[in-house]
């Protein structure tokens, strides 16, 4: 009897839905190849949401959610829902109560390199010959973007924007053990990143790590300063294995590494909780500047289709199968626009003619 898991799909808004369509596809062509099932349910998130159910993360999906095996999320937000009181709007409304909701406390982004994107990568090649594989680890249910208090109090020019940072120690130490578990299974490195030289917040996130460290002696552990660390991204990516960081740096600097790969449009990223359930999205967002052409790059959100077979449903064959696809297809040439360098042998593809490559690659 083949196996069989429940999906949630969630598009959302922007390119969401384009980059989604060919996510799927994929999935189709695993479920011939292997003896497998993705049974999907669709439900409404962010703007889609608001349009079609008046919540930007309505009831029915928050339960679809619940009764499936894992999400596969596209992207949430734009220009049409910024006028909406904060807490209405679909990532506040919708991104971040879902994290919530299903304890997604740890936030993994492989940022790799593939050898045939050198040139699309914003590093000089000098600097990234051979490649790099950076995987950035990031706390996801806690830090500035969740703790209380936070709000705008007072009235007019009396009033003060409001934001925490907080963390508690097993807050910290969970993601610690998730980010030395990782780095056990690559190159024995973490860098974790903090600002304690200011932050207090800081400080007792750099004690925990080193406590939790020595339960890992086969694992070098360094420290450095979340500013140092966005610089040194660029400078020398080599440098780092695993970067370790709490919710906002960790925000910021998968963005930077993005750009490291060749675009935003690469890096997929695991949201997951403690067992096996797990939400799965690419590490950017909607990209209203090119939503509705078709040209958007639907390889984050087919890698993440990957991470959701390999970390929630322990498909690692068809994982790896979807991954080597991908590399297959860039090796041949073909380019979304964002990675698109105009060299020779390069073809530029829109969404769907990038999908379909990749499924017949498969
Ligand atoms: N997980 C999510 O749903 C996230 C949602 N957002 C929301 O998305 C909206 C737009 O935010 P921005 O700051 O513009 O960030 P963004 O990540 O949507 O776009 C930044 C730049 O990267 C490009 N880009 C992103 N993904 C791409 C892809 N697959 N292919 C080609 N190019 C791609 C965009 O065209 C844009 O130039 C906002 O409402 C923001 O809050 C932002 C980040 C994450
Ligand atoms: C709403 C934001 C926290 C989303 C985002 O930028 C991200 O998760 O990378
Ligand atoms: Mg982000």
């Known amino acids: 009897m083949s196996k069989s898991f429940k999906v949630a799909v969630l598009p959302g808004d922007g390119i969401g839905p384009e980059v989604m369509a060919e996510a799927l596809q994929v999935l189709d062509a695993v479920e011939k190849k292997y003896a497998v099932r993705f049974e999907r349910t669709f439900a409404n998130v962010g703007g889609a949401g608001i349009d079609e159910e008046g919540k930007a993360l309505p009831q029915t999906t928050v339960d679809i959610c619940k009764g499936s095996d894992a999400i596969l999320f596209g992207s949430v937000g734009g220009p049409k829902w910024e006028s909406l009181p904060p807490d209405e709007q679909p990532e506040r409304g919708a991104l971040l109560p879902l994290r919530k909701i299903f304890g997604l406390y740890a936030n993994l982004r492989p940022a790799i ?11 000089k090649e000098e600097v990234i010959a051979g490649g790099f594989n950076v995987l950035v680890v990031r706390e996801l249910t806690g830090g500035i973007y969740f703790s209380q208090p ?13 934001d925490t940072m907080r963390y508690t120690v097993p807050e910290i130490e969970r993601i610690t053990h998730v980010a030395f578990q990782a780095a056990r299974k690559r190159d024995k490195r973490v860098t974790s990143i903090d600002k304690a030289n200011v932050l207090s917040s800081s400080i007792l996130w750099r004690e925990i790590v080193e406590g939790v460290a020595k339960e890992y002696p086969d694992v070098k552990l360094s420290h450095m300063y979340v500013d140092n660390a966005a610089m040194q991204l660029v400078r020398w990516p080599k440098q780092f294995d695993v970067i370790l960081c709490e919710n906002m740096f960790g925000d910021i600097l998968s963005d930077e590494a993005a750009m490291l790969t060749g675009s935003l449009g690469m890096l997929p990223s695991a949201s997951l909780a403690q067992g096996s359930f797990g939400m799965y999205e690419p590490s950017g967002g909607s990209a209203p500047d090119i939503a509705g052409q078709g040209i ?9 289709a990957s991470m959701m ?17 991908v590399e297959a297809v860039l090796n041949q040439g073909l380019r979304t626009g964002d990675i698109f360098q105009d060299r020779p042998g390069e073809r530029r593809v829109n969404t769907k003619e990038m999908g379909e490559a990749i499924v017949a690659a498969l």
């Open 150 to 162: 936070k709000g705008i109090e007072g009235q007019g020019r009396d009033r003060v924007g409001i």
């Open 296 to 304: 958007a790059n639907p390889i984050a959100q087919i890698l993440s």
């Open 309 to 325: 077979l390999r970390y929630s449903f322990a498909m690692v064959e068809a994982a790896d199968a979807i991954d080597g696809a």
């Open 113 to 123: 390199i593939f050898p045939a994107l050198t040139g699309a990568s914003s590093l």
